[in-house]
């Protein structure tokens, strides 16, 4: 983990902000950056986090649902990421882990909104088709 600025981090990518997609009450701004420097310097097999957002939101809220194997999964799904599909429909997604939700959300940001809505329309005519021939 280095102490850098966000531009050159980015490395010229186009970045997002999550902050509202969590529902946990924020640390201080003092205990988040001091949260982030203690971080400072640890290499790859040191690290908890599996991606930049994990970390960010670690930082910001000091849950270990963040870190990597910070959860148990006990067979719920607690986590639900919904998906808007236009004329006032939605599909929502569950997850037995936030790490789950956020590789999703992260994987559905890169492909693209058409794409997920596409992928997701066929799995849901897919479904449909299967729940009639039942």
């Known amino acids: 983990i280095l102490n850098s600025f966000l531009t050159d981090a980015s490395q010229g990518?186009?970045?997002r902000i999550a902050n509202q997609l969590y529902r946990y009450k924020p640390l201080s701004p003092a205990m988040v950056v001091r949260n982030a420097?203690?971080?400072?310097?640890?290499?790859?097999?040191?690290?908890?986090?599996?991606?930049?957002?994990c970390f960010a939101?670690?930082?910001r809220y000091?849950?270990?649902e963040f870190k990597i194997g910070g959860e148990l999964r006990i067979g719920k799904q607690p986590y639900r990421l919904?998906?808007?599909?236009?004329?006032?429909?939605?599909?929502?997604?569950?997850?037995?882990?936030?790490?789950?939700?956020?590789?999703?959300?992260?994987?559905?940001?890169?492909?693209?909104?058409?794409?997920?809505?596409?992928?997701?329309?066929?799995?849901?005519?897919?479904?449909e088709e299967e729940e009639e021939e039942e």
């Open 37 to 53: 420097l203690e971080q400072v310097g640890c290499k790859d097999r040191d690290l908890s986090w599996r991606n930049s957002e």
């Open 62 to 64: 000091g849950k270990r």
């Open 13 to 15: 990518r186009r970045g």
């Open 57 to 59: 939101a670690w930082c």
């Open 82 to 127: 919904q998906i808007r599909l236009g004329d006032k429909r939605s599909h929502t997604l569950e997850f037995q882990s936030l790490e789950d939700l956020i590789m999703e959300k992260r994987r559905n940001d890169q492909i693209g909104r058409a794409a997920v809505i596409q992928e997701l329309s066929s799995h849901l005519q897919a479904a």
